[in-house]
């Protein structure tokens, strides 16, 4: 009798558990953990002891307010609740602003919010096919309450650049009036990069200067040849960007800097394919973890199939730039980082705006071209997450077809597979082309489900509010820094030291310049005189007075959207270098010759082969600098690129081809390149 009792018992114990794990546990048998849930409209739904939101406002629990379920069944329920309208403005992404934020236009007063390398450096944004200034509601919604509520928008690219509470509060207000439309969709909140030393900070590039960590520039990254350092980065960053409602980047460029006067060089990871790749797989990893989840940046890998063999450099913004080709026939080389993004589960892919010529491809622009995006990404490569358009290639760089209609244009580049489309904030067109009948409705819901399927990976859909106390405690906080400041250091390239002039000598007495032209000081070199001093150097305020020269050049091109038709030159004098008067100065005295690149510049204008003394910096302090020429810090850091002797051998090269390929005679410093004491 015992014995019966015993095992009834453990029967009824096991029927018991068995009855709870089935009630606490979602449909693959996964016990149900309660998420954190955050709402400001909407009333909390209670199943035992388990909260839900309730989105629709209707006082039950929908199937896509249910995260017990899995995705799929959620995004099939919200898809079948949703309007055409509403799913029209799912697919559209628009540039978003605050109040009192002028980033957008010239000659702008100073408000609280600025964007750029410093306030003075903002950008004008222009419409690059028609070369005149945007009106604002181009770009920007008009207004973040009728985007969200009569537009339908859930897709925001923030370029406003302010304080961490502030970009707090104003992600947490965007969404809970999200929370409040009618199915109580989330929005999300994308930015190009924020976190590095930039020169060319225009608006759609990168942010310039911000309240957030500050690391080398992307080429930096790649100089510093640590990919751990590397991941840390995008880790912490990617702390930073949660904290105050940044969940999607715009970013990184994963196209090779293989063509030396393309203009975007700067966000490259360098020239290398397999470097390249190794970046791209850190910072995915890095800034997403494994896969999507709440504490993830979705990130979006660009511009696909690879921007970098621009014929003459001329980049695809511009009329005069849509043509892409392959002198060289090495395409499949450019498309390594891109390969590596997949693989590390990149959440978005966004193609260029060029035209790739002299190849089986359709001569159309990239987002129009169902060979490159279908065919190559899709079907070949397996990309399976969200194409995201570059900004305005519907209305703005239509290359390749322009004689076709606003609504044939969407025709088109959704056969091609584009889910999201950056760079309106009206849907209006997009959705007249489905009314037409020119693009199928079911087609619309298979981009709107690999949208719908980002946010709710994010968890979004549970809790898309942010702390703003803890965002500033987090945004660029000294420990985060020091970290940033150790990448900053090894971001630096020793390519010559014939004099074992470096490191310096203690009590050495210096003259420190900076050559820097932004086109609007009168003076625009500047001696520096570091206080407090902790170098054991004694810093000079002329040349005479010195020892050795330190001379920092750090040329400027003006941007990318102060680019031309005419050629491009990499020459120094050619970009707002006076040259004659760095070869007065460094003629005068030992020089230590130190030059930023953010592309690879010609400068045999000033090294006729007697410099002995050369450092190369992509985007870093000063601090950083003289920690390396004082030899506080052993340099480490590796050429990204191959830097060309001349600018007959750049006018000579093949674009495609990296430069460590390229004959020999090409190269003054080959990618590589970097000497330790």
Request: glycine residues 8%; proline residues 5%; neutral net charge.
């Amino acid at each position: 009798m015992n014995n019966f009792n015993s095992s009834f018992n453990l029967l009824r114990a096991t029927v018991l558990v068995f009855f709870l794990a089935t009630v606490l546990s979602d449909s693959f048998g996964q016990k149900a953990v309660q998420p954190v849930i955050g709402h400001r409209t909407v009333e909390i739904l209670k199943v035992g002891n388990l909260e839900f939101k309730d989105l629709n406002k209707n006082g039950e629990l929908d199937k896509y307010e249910d995260w017990r379920l899995p995705v799929n069944k959620r995004i099939k329920d919200l898809i079948s609740k949703m309007t055409l309208e509403e799913k029209i403005g799912f697919m559209i992404m628009s540039t978003t602003r605050m109040a009192g934020d002028f980033s957008f236009q010239q000659n702008a007063p100073k408000a609280e919010i600025t964007s750029g390398f410093n306030e003075e450096d903002l950008v004008q944004t222009t419409n690059m096919f028609t070369r005149k200034p945007l009106p604002i509601p181009t770009m920007t919604a008009a207004g973040t309450t009728k985007a969200v509520l009569t537009y339908n928008l859930r897709h925001f690219i923030l370029r406003a650049n302010t304080n961490a509470k502030t970009m707090a509060e104003w992600s947490n207000n965007l969404q809970a009036l999200s929370e409040s439309s009618r199915l109580g969709i989330p929005s999300t909140v994308a930015s190009n990069p924020r976190n590095h030393v930039t020169m060319d900070n225009s608006i759609g590039l990168s942010m310039g200067t911000t309240v957030f960590s500050k690391w080398p520039g992307e080429l930096g990254l790649a100089a510093m040849s640590d990919l751990k350092l590397t991941r840390e980065f995008a880790e912490i960053a990617a702390r930073e960007w949660t904290a105050v409602g940044l969940r999607k980047g715009y970013m990184y460029m994963a196209d090779l800097a293989t063509e030396p006067r393309w203009q975007r060089i700067e966000g490259t990871f360098g020239e290398d394919a397999n470097l390249a790749s190794d970046m791209i797989r850190e910072v995915v990893l890095g800034f997403q973890g494994n896969k999507l989840n709440t504490h993830s940046v979705a990130m979006t890998t660009k511009h696909f199939p690879g921007g970098g063999p621009q014929v003459d450099g001329k980049d695809p913004h511009f009329e005069w730039g849509k043509d892409q080709h392959y002198p060289g026939g090495i395409l499949e080389y450019h498309l390594k980082p891109f390969k590596a993004a997949i693989e590390a589960g990149t959440s978005s892919i966004m193609p260029y705006y060029a035209i790739p010529i002299g190849t089986k491809f359709e001569e159309v622009g990239f987002s129009y071209n169902k060979s490159i995006i279908n065919d190559l990404l899709r079907v070949k490569m397996g990309f399976k997450g969200i194409i995201n358009s570059d900004t305005g290639p519907i209305d703005m760089m239509p290359w390749g077809v322009e004689n076709l209609t606003i609504p044939e244009r969407y025709q088109k580049a959704i056969e091609c597979g584009v889910d999201l489309f950056a760079g309106t904030a009206d849907p209006a067109m997009l959705l007249e082309t489905v009314k037409k009948g020119l693009v199928a409705e079911e087609r619309i819901n298979e981009s709107v489900a690999r949208l719908l399927k980002e946010k709710f990976d994010l968890g979004l859909f549970e809790n898309p509010y942010v702390d703003p106390e803890l965002a500033e405690k987090i945004v660029g906080n000294s420990e985060f820094q020091k970290k940033a400041d150790t990448a900053l250091r090894k971001s630096i390239v020793l390519l010559r030291n014939d004099a074992k002039v470096l490191p310096l000598a203690k009590g050495t007495k210096v003259y420190f310049e900076t050559c820097y032209d932004n086109g609007r000081t009168k003076t625009p070199n500047t001696v520096f005189k570091p206080e407090p001093n902790k170098w054991n150097l004694e810093f000079v305020a002329t040349k005479e007075e010195a020892d050795v020269v330190l001379l920092w050049i750090i040329p400027n091109n003006g941007g990318l959207f102060g680019s031309t038709p005419a050629p491009i030159e990499l020459g120094l004098s050619k970009n707002k270098v006076d040259v004659a008067h760095v070869n007065e100065i460094k003629e005068s005295k030992p020089a230590i010759l130190v030059i930023n690149y953010t592309s690879p510049w010609v400068i045999d204008e000033i090294d006729n082969g007697n410099m002995k003394t050369v450092l190369a910096t992509f985007g870093t302090t000063v601090d950083a600098l003289l920690d390396v020429v004082s030899g506080t810090f052993n340099p480490s850091g590796k050429m990204p690129f191959t830097t060309p002797v001349s600018m007959k051998a750049v006018q000579e090269n093949q674009s495609d081809v990296p430069g460590y390929l390229k004959p020999k005679e090409y190269a003054l410093f080959k990618f590589g390149d970097g000497l330790s004491y």
